[in-house]
């Protein structure tokens, strides 16, 4: 064995992997496109690169899908909450009686995502709660790391718990955001806060220390994913266990409770083995996970452009309309 390995390694030849030919020619354009990101993270310490990065990743962001978003019916509202900014954005038919709360976390790799695309993923997470949706834009590194994001996240489930039953709540994040939202919450439960009505996560980044089999497997397949994201981990984790749960949320201690939860993922997907093995996780401790597998589909399913990815948001909205109080 060579350093770093911890068993036996299975050596295949190199091969072509063939587009499937079971999906959509949407989701087969997708995923014959190749590698759509090649970041190159900075050095750890050298905060002004990391900054650029961050805001070339954000303008391109905004580039992809801030036109598709532009005509949502939607009002976006820029609030503080308690020291927080929030976009919170309300359909336009809503009820003025509706009293149902979706609090949303962007993702981003825990450093971006913020302002702008924030807006644009509230706008898009609206199409899914179809209630007034509340886009959390929390801090991050390199100026403001672990704990900060959680932190943030948690003040605002705080807040809208003055003005809300728990069973009026629901909490989604994808990604990192998946990972903030599924730590939050186990913050919450630990600090004796009541648990939202269920929690949605789509591939969520649940394991900071990339044990799982699919950072390895599916490594080249994951056409947004497409290397390892240590470098933003460690950036986040700023020195801290990689195994705390409210870094991984993977390694929490289930059995306290925690809401019920759908997870979606791809079979593409470099997070597969994060959304795995978190579903496992929650069913081990007797309670209630929904995990719904994409076929060749990579991290984010396929870019909300084929109609796998309206599938998805199907299951999700029947989800979400279960589990209102």
Known sequence: ????????????????????????????????????DATEYPALDDKDAWRTMIADRDAFIVSMVGDRLSDVPADVAEEVVDGVPVYVVTPDDLPSDDRRAYLEIHGGAFITGGGEPCRIMGLRAVGRSRVRTWAVDYA???DHPFPASVNDCLTVYRALLRDHDPGEIIVSGASAGGNLAAAMILRARDEGLPLPAAAVLQTPEADLTESGDSF??????????????????????DGHDLTDP??????ADFTKGYPPTILITGTRDLFLSNTVRLHRALRAAGLQSELHVVEGAGHGVFLGQAPEDEEIEVEVRAFIDAHWA
């Open 1 to 36: 064995m060579t350093d770093g390995e911890s068993g036996p390694v299975l050596h295949l030849p190199a091969r072509d992997i063939p587009v499937p030919a079971s999906l959509s020619p949407q989701a087969q354009a997708i995923v014959g496109m190749g590698p759509l």
């Open 216 to 237: 390895q497997t599916n490594l080249g397949l994951d056409n947004l994913l497409t290397a390892s994201l240590m470098p933003a981990n460690l950036l986040y984790a």
């Open 246 to 251: 409210y870094l991984s949320p993977l390694f």
């Open 140 to 142: 991050m590194p390199p």
